[in-house]
Every structure is written in structure tokens, then in C-alpha cells.
């Protein structure tokens, strides 16, 4: 029987979620800025231990906090990728609180914090980066590809 | 033909009803937008609606739960759709699910997000360089002041954070922390991480102001609220004290 998991990406606009799910599912990246409204919903089938699994990406309009998004979008999910720009301050600000608001909608429900664009910051950067928010994020690029693809399958582990 | 009929007919166009049970599998559908094969559908397998199982049972009978806006495809056609799932029988959890297909107002819709948040992010750009010249032109007067002689160097420590150049005033220091090869700052407002290590920051610092309490902390000495056995308490933190520097603070703050 297959396995159906649903994952919702959220974070500020323009941090690249879409670009995230484009170079995951169809392995293409594009350097222009199309925004999302409401949600889009696309599927991958992966394998995770021996097992085929159907995930859902749910990926959803940003919004500059998470107190914003419709709380109906999180109902049935089974993980969560949080993202945001590593080159922009203002969509990792806050990421403290946008956690712990999308926790009380769900909690105990794995959750992963990807640093998107990371091929436009130095390494020392992001080690800086890390240490100021005290949260162990995974630096991902979706325009080289780097980290994409475990990002998805590190989540996909955690929820089986 | 009445308006009634008009409109009914205008409606059927854009909208599709879909009548499925609570294990998923579809029981009718109208197929007005959409041609789905009932025999291999299953809304909470095929469609977003995977994992909502539990939502929708819960549903109380003729209560309703929408979605809008969802770009997504059903049976092979993407489109932006509006959802709304009905609980239309509470013995047997059916459902109706009608569908709104809004894909061409949706797209004026696209035009003016995309404009709005492309602004906002360009807004966001100006404003973070305009602080970044800021913060670097007061380091560069203060540098400056001191090096005409008018400050005493000994009050500002330089570091290099988020690729800036900060002028910490000593006073506003709480202590500083090893972080691998870096070395946090701690301050009431701020915490900043710069590459550096414990020994040169120590050598740098004034001796009666600063002392080093254990091998990852510097602490500034008239910011500590207790003591205790082998701890320390600044602010609301509490830093441990290593045993082969205990004697020597005891002493120093005894000269204090």
C-alpha cells in the first residue's frame, strides 16, 4: 500500500520555496521571481528505507510571519519545512517566534529550517549565521542544487 | 429561458461537484470541468486532501471547510481552484466537493502580488544598505575621533560581524563566549559572532575591567550579579566557573 505523506513549506515571500520544490520534483531551477498565491500542491514519490512514498508539497504563499497563514493549510500535515534567505535578514528576523506559533498549530510534527540562497553567502557566513540564531539550519541553494534533495529526504526520513 | 436558467447554465460551466465516501473513493461525479475515472480515484490518495481523513470525518453534518486558491492538479488538469468539502450524510461520511475553477482571475491576481512583493523586497534592500552605511560611517567617526586622539581606544573593541565592521563600547559588554573558532559577544541588545579566539581577545581587553572565568568565557567584572561555588550570574545567564580560575577571581574581586 502506498505511503502518503504531506509536507508544508512555509517562510517570507521570495525566499525560494517554490524554486526549492521545482529543483526537488523536476530538477530545474529559474532565476526569475514568480510569486505564489494561495497554495501550490505538487507530488514526488521517493524512497525512503525500502519503502515508495508519495510526499505532497504544499507550498504555500509567503507571508512575512506565520501568524498569516490560514491555519486550515497545516490540517493532516506531516512535516514541515521552514525557509528563508539567507541573504535577507528580514525573513530570518523572526524566526523564533514563527516557529513556535507554527508549533502550537502543530505539534509534535517534524519540522526542518532550510537557509535558502546559499551559494550568494560565504561558508563564514553561514557559521555566523548559525551561531547568532542558535538553530542548527541546513543551507540549501536551489539554484546549484546543494542539499535539495537530502533536505527532502532528511524530512521524509524523520516522518516515517 | 429565465435568468435562473441562465445564470444555472453559466455556473454548470465553471464548477464541478464530485461525490465521494469517507475512505476516499469517488461515487459520482458530474464531470463538468474534469473527466475522473471513478474506478482508480481516490480523493485522499490523488488529491491534496491526503491526510485530512480525520478532519473531514470530524466534520459535523452539512458543515462545510473551503480552500481557496489552490494550484493543483486533479485527474491530470492544473489549474487554480477553489475547493469546498460538504459532510452531505452523517450515517455513511459523504461528501460533496465542488470545485471552482479560477485559473484566468486568479492570474490578475498573480500581476498584482508579484508587483507588491517584488516592491516590498526592493524596499527591504534599500533600507538594509542605507543601515549598513550607517552603522559603518559611526564606526569610521569613531575611529577616527580616537585616532585625533579625542577617545581612548581602550573603550571600543573592533569586530567583524555579518561582514560589518561593529565598534563594541566596552561598557555595553556582558562577557564573551568561545564559539568553535569564533567568539560570540554578548551584549544587553545584541549578540555578535566574529572570528577570533579567546587568548587574543583576553590580551586585548583592559585586566581590571575583564577576567576569564573558564576556558570558553571572558566576563565583564562589574556586570556580575552573584557568585556562587563554581558559577557566576550576569545578567540572566549563569556561566560556569573553572576550578583552576576560582582562586585568582576571588582575589581579583577582592582588590575591586
Known sequence: MEIVKKIVLVGHFGVGKSSLVKRFVHQKFSDQYLTTIGVKIDKKVVDVSGSQVKLMLWDIAGESTAMKIPKKYFAGAHGILYVFDVSREETYANIQSDLFEISKELNEVPAVVLGNKCDLVEEEFLTQLKGELSLDFKPTSAKTGDFVEESFLYLAQEII | ?256
Open chain 2, 1 to 256: 429561458m429565465d435568468l435562473a436558467e441562465i445564470r444555472n447554465r453559466e455556473a454548470r460551466k465553471s464548477i464541478q461537484v464530485i461525490l465521494f465516501d469517507e475512505t476516499g473513493a469517488v461515487l459520482e461525479s458530474d464531470d463538468t470541468l474534469i473527466k475522473i475515472d471513478t474506478s482508480n480515484f481516490n480523493v485522499y490518495r490523488d488529491t491534496m486532501f491526503c491526510g485530512m481523513e480525520t478532519m473531514l470525518a470530524d466534520l459535523p453534518y452539512q458543515e462545510s471547510i473551503s480552500f481557496d486558491c489552490v494550484n493543483t492538479d486533479i485527474a491530470g488538469k492544473t489549474s487554480h481552484y477553489d475547493f469546498l468539502v460538504t459532510k452531505v450524510d452523517e450515517e455513511t461520511n459523504r461528501f460533496s466537493w465542488v470545485i471552482h475553477d479560477y485559473g484566468k482571475q486568479y492570474n490578475k491576481i498573480f500581476e498584482l502580488q508579484q508587483e507588491r512583493n517584488l516592491a516590498e523586497i526592493k524596499a527591504h534592500k534599500a533600507e538594509r544598505a542605507t543601515l549598513k552605511l550607517k552603522e559603518e560611517k559611526e564606526a569610521i567617526d569613531r575611529l577616527f575621533q580616537e585616532l585625533q586622539g579625542n577617545s581612548s581606544s581602550s573603550q571600543y573593541i573592533l569586530v567583524k560581524s555579518d561582514n560589518l565592521l561593529v565598534n563594541i563600547d566596552l561598557n555595553e559588554i556582558l562577557y564573551f563566549e568561545a564559539y568553535g573558532d569564533y567568539i560570540k559577544v554578548h551584549t544587553p541588545s545584541k549578540m555578535y559572532v566574529t572570528y577570533n579566539t579567546m587568548k587574543s581577545v583576553e590580551v586585548s581587553l583592559p585586566e581590571k575591567q575583564f577576567f576569564r572565568i573558564h576556558r570558553s568565557y571572558i566576563i565583564r567584572l562589574d556586570k556580575i550579579k552573584n557568585i556562587e561555588q563554581l558559577s557566576v550570574e550576569i545578567s540572566d545567564k549563569t556561566l560556569p566557573i573553572g576550578k583552576s580560575y576560582k582562586a585568582e577571581l576571588v582575589e581579583k574581586i577582592g582588590q575591586l
